[in-house]
């Protein structure tokens, strides 16, 4: 009887410690089951700085007082124009007759390009010219001229004779090249550039200076084109060494690119002046249209220096250190710094407060080691991120941490 009435009795205590235990078991799966959705919290981020340091001195665009004028600057994307008026163009018309030539033949540097013999009638139109006091070199009947020696003197002094030439060897007739010169403009986006002409001598060639500034900034990308411009003079054959037209190329760090002038369109120049920003050349392209005064294309130089000089006065230099912390980054609010992984100078145009900066941050999870990119900082005008770094490890909490 004893033994029997001992049995329920441990039955009894085996049932309750089962259910603590199972008790137990259930708490610690309800705690675990809160603390797992933060096992693989994503680090959080917050920032210090949101605008860099600018230096520069803000000055106005020195705009011709005649005319119209415009200024492109194509490694800060700018673009801007000043009484951006349809108007004859002269001999910048002759940059749309390199462009299609060039189209039609390219030729690389040390090339000499296709050749012909000049005429008898060439001879007659080169004296022609010179009768009606328009810019032409002497050619001889007979005389071998090549693709580079005509462009050389269309582009340096201006030949409108060598223009007739190129002409000839693309086209059928005068018709044909204008009517291509045209085409090609507006294949470039040229709304307001029409062309009468391959020389500029028709006053019924015309465009705005924010259109010839676009086509001066895309001639300047064949390396053929900029050392033909740069020339201060070029020998031809049987004239010899003959000018430059293009007003100051050669001093104060201009590089080109053309001028022209006749009676409707005044003096036209358009200047590229080189400058150095972030350890390469760069170019701002300055055009003036209709400037009056003396020979008419020195007024229009000068003009377009002094435009495309007050256009590199108003760069800003916004410089990001090395090392200079821009926020924090970490979990739980156990964090460290991050900074830029290298010392990066921003250059933005007309605008001292600052360029538009944006931040792209990595999802981590699980911890930050030290000279770990986080994320890289976003910056306008700049094709390229600004990687960001971590500053010192930092871990997240482990289970038993956030248990206890």
Known sequence: MS???????????????????????????????????????????????????????????????????????PALGVTRSWHNSVV???????????????????????????????????????????TADESAVIVEEGEPLCEITLLDGMLVHSAANYADILEMMVSASPADFVSLMNRTAASLGLRHTHYGDDAGISDDSVSTALDQAKLAALLMKSPLVRSIVAQTSVDLPVSGYENSFTPLVGTDHVVGIKSGRTSAAGGCDILALAFRQGGRERIVYAVVLGQQGGDLIGPAGNAALVLAQSALDLRFVHTFAKGTVLGYVGFNHHDVPFALARTSHLYVWGDPSGPVVRWRMRTLTTSVRRGEVVGWLLVSGVSRPLALVAQRSVAQPTLWKRIT
């Open 88 to 130: 004859p163009i002269a001999s910048l018309t002759k940059l749309m007759t390199a462009y299609v030539v060039l189209k039609r033949f390219p030729l690389a540097l040390g090339g000499t390009g296709p050749c012909i013999t000049v005429t008898n009638d060439q001879v007659l139109d080169y004296e022609q010219e010179k």
């Open 3 to 73: 033994t029997n009435n001992r049995r329920p009795t441990r039955r009894g205590i085996v049932t309750r410690l089962f259910s603590m235990l199972l008790g137990l078991v259930i708490a610690a799966a309800i705690v675990l089951s809160l603390q797992l959705p933060f096992a693989h919290e994503r680090a959080t981020y917050r920032f210090t700085v949101r605008t860099p340091v600018a230096t520069g001195v803000a000055q106005p665009l020195a705009w011709p007082i005649m005319g119209s004028a415009a200024i492109d600057i």
